[in-house]
């Protein structure tokens, strides 16, 4: 035989022998088991979370002191001040920057954040345990005198 004769012969043996044995492992289950072997059915879609509204009592009372909304600044760093109840932990975030800090005792905290010329939205938030508070303003930068 030939090459080419003896490559054809071994891919079609091998072919059903493939095939025969995957009858026979389809088989054995249904002797064995006395019953045929179902796919597991598709797992359905989870349902969504649900949030539930936060208490008056459960609210970190987050305040943003300083600056207020909307405020036109010549300065490209500014510090953004406010309140929360206790050490929160306070996430401050712009499209650019990023800045963790705690909340001293009495809740006040500071955090430096760097803006870019025009509207800057300032997002904060305050973390405990179980809830996630935020607030967000808007800061515009501008380098030229008005």
């Known amino acids: ?11 079609i043996l091998g072919l059903l022998l493939g095939v025969a ?14 019953q045929k072997m179902e796919a597991n059915p598709m797992p359905t879609a989870e349902a969504e979370p ?22 036109l600044v010549m300065n490209p ?14 996430l401050v975030i712009t499209s650019s920057f990023e800045d963790v800090v705690v909340a001293s005792d ?14 800057n939205e300032i997002k904060v938030f305050a973390l405990s345990d179980d809830v996630v508070e935020e607030k967000s303003i808007i800061v515009n930068y501008s380098k ?3």
């Open 50 to 71: 649900t949030i539930n509204p936060v208490s008056e009592n459960d609210k970190i009372g987050l305040e943003i002191l300083l600056p207020q909304d909307q405020e």
């Open 144 to 146: 030229e005198e008005i």
């Open 77 to 90: 760093e500014i510090n953004i001040s406010g309140r929360a109840k206790g050490k929160q932990t306070i």
């Open 21 to 34: 044995t995957a009858l026979i492992a389809a088989k054995i289950p249904q002797k064995i088991l006395g």
């Open 106 to 119: 009495d809740g006040t905290f500071t955090s430096k954040v760097k803006l870019e010329e025009g509207a």
């Open 1 to 11: 035989m030939s090459l080419k004769k003896e490559m054809v012969s071994a891919i």
